[in-house]
């Protein structure tokens, strides 16, 4: 969760990782749904998705918008399917969907093999504004792939049968349409 959160500040930051300040919330109340909705946070990472936050906050709260999953839980379907992504305030709509493009971003380098090494090889963008094109290259420089990230929180000898949920789908179209636009 933390290198999401440092992979969005580079994204933002020209690539300054650095940038991103942390706060630590339990999970006993909603104060960091509140902090959130308040605009004391951006962005908030690290806990479960729980539905009641986005379909029955009062409206004082306001909703919340939810990113791509960035890791899932291995429980039992039976038992309901946990996963984690990035939340920011639903009436933010172009920063919940950069927040949104970044999670995807670390999908798109691992499905088109570009590692750190290699980000320069990840997309300009032109949607969120030409000043801020290069955005998914820092991300990726700073941060990786999504197999680079899971290899640093989980290990290497990790087998993709292991991986349960979170093993990509290899083949398959995982990225949206709008990441295509440029390439150099």
């Not at 992979?7 to 933002?12: G, M, P, R, V, Y």
């Not at 899971?150 to 179209?173: D, Q």
């Amino acid at each position: 969760s933390l290198d999401y959160c440092r992979t969005l500040s580079a994204a933002i930051f020209y690539g300054d990782s650095e940038r991103v300040h942390f706060l630590n919330f339990t999970n006993t109340d909603n104060s960091s749904v509140v902090a959130l909705a308040n605009g004391t946070l951006d962005v908030l990472v690290g806990g479960r998705n729980q539905q009641e936050f986005d379909f029955e906050t009062s409206p004082s709260l306001g909703g919340l918008h939810f990113s791509t999953p960035y890791y899932y839980g291995n429980d039992s379907a039976s038992n309901g399917v946990s996963f984690y992504s990035m939340a920011s305030r639903e009436d933010d709509v172009p920063f919940a969907s950069f927040v949104n493009c970044v999670v995807m971003a670390t999908i798109y380098a691992q499905e088109f093999d570009i590692q750190k090494h290699k980000s320069r090889k990840m997309p300009l963008i032109s949607i969120f504004g030409s000043e801020i094109g290069w955005a998914l290259r820092s991300a990726i420089f700073y941060s990786g792939s999504y197999d680079e990230i899971y290899v640093k929180h989980f290990g290497s000898e990790i087998a993709e049968a292991a991986k349960g949920r979170n093993t990509l789908n290899e083949g398959r179209p995982l990225m949206l349409p709008f990441l295509h636009l440029s390439k150099l």
